[in-house]
Nanobody, 123 residues
């Protein structure tokens, strides 16, 4: 499956953004989906994951209560709604797909990756 992330940009602290990741192919609903992020000089870190059917979600503690992951299987798209953004949320955000029903919190469990979209939060 091929993934294309979009929706990044520059936003002030406290603002909101919605990222989208469009997937090619007919088997989107067979994959758990996730978002990771990577700030300069750091490791890629887990942000959120959603199960194949969208009923189960999991978040990193740093974004819980501020970010919401969702998916629309008929549109082959996964979203990340981000509110109350902080400067420390600045990173390149990547979407990823796992063949598991529920994606793990480690990047090793993901088979496919999008190209990333840059989110910059100014203070």
């Amino acid at each position: 499956v091929q993934l294309q992330a979009s929706g990044g940009g520059l936003v002030q602290a406290g603002g909101s953004l919605r990222l989208a990741c469009a997937a090619s192919g007919r088997t989107f609903s067979s994959y758990a989906m996730a978002w990771f992020r990577q700030a300069p000089g750091t490791e890629r870190e887990f942000v959120a994951t959603i199960s194949r059917g969208g009923m189960i979600t999991s978040y990193a503690d740093s974004v819980k209560g501020r970010f919401t992951i969702s998916r629309h299987n008929a549109k082959n798209t996964v979203y990340l709604q981000m509110i109350s953004l902080k400067p420390e949320d600045t990173a390149v955000y990547y979407c990823s797909a796992s063949s598991d029903n529920i994606g793990p919190r480690t990047k090793d469990g993901y088979n496919y990756w999008g190209q990333g979209t840059l989110v910059t939060v100014s203070s």
